[in-house]
C-alpha cells in the first residue's frame, strides 16, 4: 500500500469519527431539546394559565373588575389544549364562565369552574410526568449510544496514533542511519525496508546509489587519469584563455592559449602562488585585480593586437569558495566586425553630407524668384524636402559624432572660452524652431564673467540639442528657461521647460544609445543626441545629468570646469 493511501486512510478514519461524533451529539441535543421545548409550550404553560385564573378566582369580591384578566388567560388556554380530556374541561370553564358573568355571586357556578380548572391541571401534571420519563429515557439511550460509539472510535484512533507514527517514524530513522553512512564513505552501507510503499522505493533507489559509489570507489584509476586527460584535452583546444586556481590562489592549470598570452608554460608555473608570479608578469597581475571581472582587454599575442573579455567565475562546494577559473573570452571578430561597422557608418554619414547639402541648395534655389515663380502647392513640396534634408543632416551628423565617440578618436580643441559665445550660438540655431511655436527663451546668466576650458564647437552642439528637444516637447505659447551659474568650480548650464515630462523610471537610461522614451510623439531621430552629449561632455571633464517630473516638464544640464588665468 502506498504511503499516500495509508495517510489518507488515516486522516479519513479521522475526519469520519469526528463527523460521527458531532452528528450524534447534535441529533442528541436537538432531541432533548425538542422534548423540553414540548413540556414548557404544551404543559407548563397551560399551568400557568390555570393558575392565575384560580388566583383570579381567589380574589374578594369576584365582581366584573376580574373578568377582562380571566377572558384573557381562558383565551391563551384556549388556544394551547394538547392533553385528553383538557379540551372537555376548557370547553365547560368557557360555558360557566358566561353564565358566571352575568352573575358573579352564584357560588356553584364558581365551584363548577374551579373543578375543570383541577381537571386541566391534573391532566397537564400527569403529561408533563410522562414526557419527563419519556426524555429521561431518550437521554439514557442517546448517552448509551455516544459512549459505545466513543469508546470504539477512540480504540481505533489509540491504535492509529500507537503504531501510524511508526509507519513513517522507523523508515526515516533507517534512511538517516544509511545516509550518515555513505557521508562517512562506508558504501557497503545497505538499507532493508519490508515496506512497498515510497519508503520501499526510496530504500532501493539507496541501496542502488551506494552500490554504484562503491564501484565508483573502487573503480580503476587509469579510468580517472583517462577522464582527466579527456577533459585536459577539452581545455586546451578551446580557442578561450583559461586560467585555474585553488582556494589559496595557487595556480593549477593554463591552457595553450592562456600561455600565449601570458607568455609562460604550465608544467614551470603550476602549484606557484599567483600573486608571486604575477609581479613578474604585468598581463597576470591585471587578471588577478579585484575590480577586473567582466570588461574587456586588449593584449598583443601572436604579433597582433588581440581584444579579450574578461570572467572571473568562483567555484563553490556548500557555499565556500574552493576556487577560481579565469576566462579569457576572444572577442577579436566581434570586435573587427564593430569596427567595421562603425567605419561603414562614418563613410556613409560623410558621404551622405555632400549629395544631401545639395538637394537643400536646389529646393533653396526653387524659391528664388529669379528662376521663377512656384506655386502654393510647389512651395509646400519644396518646404517638405528642405525639412527631409535638414532631418538627414541632423542623423548625419549624429552618425559621424557616434562614429567619433566608439572609436575614441574624439577630436577636441579645449580654449577658454566665454559661456556667453556658446550661449548665442545654441539660441541662434534654434530661435527659429522657437519662434514656429512661439515660445519665448528666457536666459539667466550668473557666471560672473568667468570663462570655461571647453571645445565651444562641441559644446555649443549640446547645448543645441538641449534646446531643440526642449522646444520640441514644449506646448506653444510657453518658455524655456536657460540658466548659466557658477557652483564648486565649475559653471552649470541648464534648460528647464515644462512639457510633459519623463517617467522616473526611464530618467536612468535616457542617456543610453538609442534609446528613445516609450510613448513619445516624435518619431524622427536617431536616439543618439542624448548619447553623443553625454559623451561630448564627459570627454572634456565634465558632468551631465536630468530631473525630471512626469506632467510638470525637465531640466537637462551640463557644468564644465572654469578656466583659471
Known amino acids: 500500500m502506498r504511503l499516500k493511501t495509508k495517510l489518507s486512510i488515516g486522516i479519513g478514519f479521522l475526519f469520519i469519527a469526528i463527523l460521527i461524533s458531532g452528528i450524534i451529539g447534535i441529533f442528541s441535543i436537538y432531541q432533548l431539546k425538542n422534548d423540553a421545548r414540548l413540556i414548557l409550550e404544551d404543559n407548563y404553560e397551560t399551568l400557568v394559565y390555570s393558575n392565575t385564573m384560580l388566583t383570579l378566582m381567589d380574589r374578594v369580591p369576584f365582581d366584573s373588575t376580574v373578568f377582562p384578566e380571566f377572558e384573557s388567560n381562558l383565551a391563551k388556554q384556549e388556544a ?77 484512533a489509540f491504535t492509529l496514533a500507537v503504531n501510524f507514527p511508526g509507519i513513517i517514524s522507523e523508515p526515516v530513522k533507517t534512511l538517516s542511519e544509511g545516509i550518515k553512512a555513505i557521508v562517512n564513505k562506508d558504501y557497503s552501507k545497505r538499507i532493508r525496508i519490508s515496506q512497498h510503499d515510497e519508503f520501499g522505493e526510496l530504500a532501493q533507489a539507496f541501496n542502488s546509489m551506494a552500490e554504484k559509489l562503491d564501484e565508483y570507489e573502487h573503480s580503476n584509476l587509469a579510468k580517472i587519469k583517462f577522464e582527466k586527460s579527456r577533459i585536459d584535452t577539452i581545455i586546451n583546444q578551446m580557442n578561450d584563455g583559461i586560467i585555474g586556481l585553488d582556494e589559496n590562489r595557487n595556480l593549477l592549470f593554463l591552457n595553450k592559449v592562456a600561455e600565449k598570452l601570458l607568455g609562460l608554460q604550465e608544467a614551470e608555473i603550476r602549484g606557484n602562488y599567483a600573486p608571486d608570479v604575477a609581479l613578474h608578469n604585468d598581463l597576470m597581475r591585471n587578471l588577478l585585480k579585484q575590480d577586473s571581472p567582466n570588461k574587456e582587454l586588449k593584449i598583443y599575442a601572436d604579433g597582433k593586437e588581440s581584444y579579450f573579455h574578461l570572467d572571473i567565475l568562483n567555484v563553490t562546494n556548500i557555499d565556500k569558495i574552493i576556487g577560481q577559473v579565469i576566462v579569457l573570452r576572444n572577442i577579436t571578430p566581434f570586435h573587427e566586425l564593430n569596427e567595421a561597422k562603425t567605419n561603414f557608418i562614418a563613410t556613409i554619414s560623410h558621404e551622405l553630407k555632400t549629395p544631401i547639402a545639395s538637394i537643400k541648395m536646389s529646393a533653396q534655389l526653387l524659391t528664388d524668384a529669379r528662376i521663377g515663380n512656384v506655386n502654393r502647392e510647389q512651395e509646400e513640396l519644396v518646404k517638405s524636402i528642405t525639412d527631409d534634408a535638414d532631418r538627414l543632416l541632423k542623423i548625419t551628423s549624429e552618425l559621424l559624432n557616434m562614429s567619433q565617440v566608439e572609436t575614441g578618436h574624439i577630436q577636441l580643441k579645449i580654449e577658454p572660452v566665454s559661456p556667453d559665445i556658446i550661449i548665442d550660438n545654441a539660441t541662434n540655431t534654434v530661435s527659429a524652431l522657437a519662434q514656429q511655436k512661439n515660445i519665448a527663451i528666457r536666459i539667466n546668466k550668473h557666471t560672473n564673467g568667468n570663462k570655461i576650458m571647453t571645445d565651444p564647437e562641441k559644446t555649443a552642439w549640446v547645448l543645441t540639442n538641449f534646446l531643440t528637444n526642449a522646444v520640441k516637447y514644449s506646448p506653444e505659447d510657453a518658455e524655456i528657461e536657460l540658466t548659466t551659474s557658477l557652483k564648486d568650480n565649475n559653471i552649470e548650464f541648464t534648460v528647464c521647460d515644462h512639457g510633459r515630462g519623463i517617467e522616473e523610471k526611464y530618467l536612468s537610461r535616457i542617456f543610453d544609445r538609442y534609446f528613445k522614451v516609450p510613448g513619445t510623439p516624435e518619431k524622427v531621430g536617431t536616439g543618439l543626441g542624448l548619447s553623443i552629449s553625454r559623451e561630448f561632455i564627459e570627454a572634456q571633464g565634465g558632468k551631465i545629468w536630468v530631473d525630471s517630473t512626469l506632467g510638470e516638464g525637465s531640466t537637462f544640464g551640463f557644468s564644465l570646469p572654469v578656466h583659471h588665468a
Open 80 to 156: 394551547n389544549i394538547t392533553e385528553p380530556g383538557e379540551g372537555r374541561a376548557t370547553v365547560a370553564v368557557r360555558s360557566t364562565f358566561e353564565q358566571l358573568k352575568h352573575d358573579p355571586d352564584n357560588d356553584s357556578l364558581q365551584t363548577i369552574i374551579r373543578r375543570e380548572i383541577y381537571k386541566i391541571n391534573t391532566a397537564n401534571q400527569e403529561a408533563i410526568q410522562r414526557k419527563n420519563a419519556v426524555a429521561e429515557n431518550n437521554a439514557r439511550r442517546f448517552s448509551n449510544y455516544t459512549m459505545f460509539i466513543f469508546g470504539f472510535l477512540a480504540l481505533i
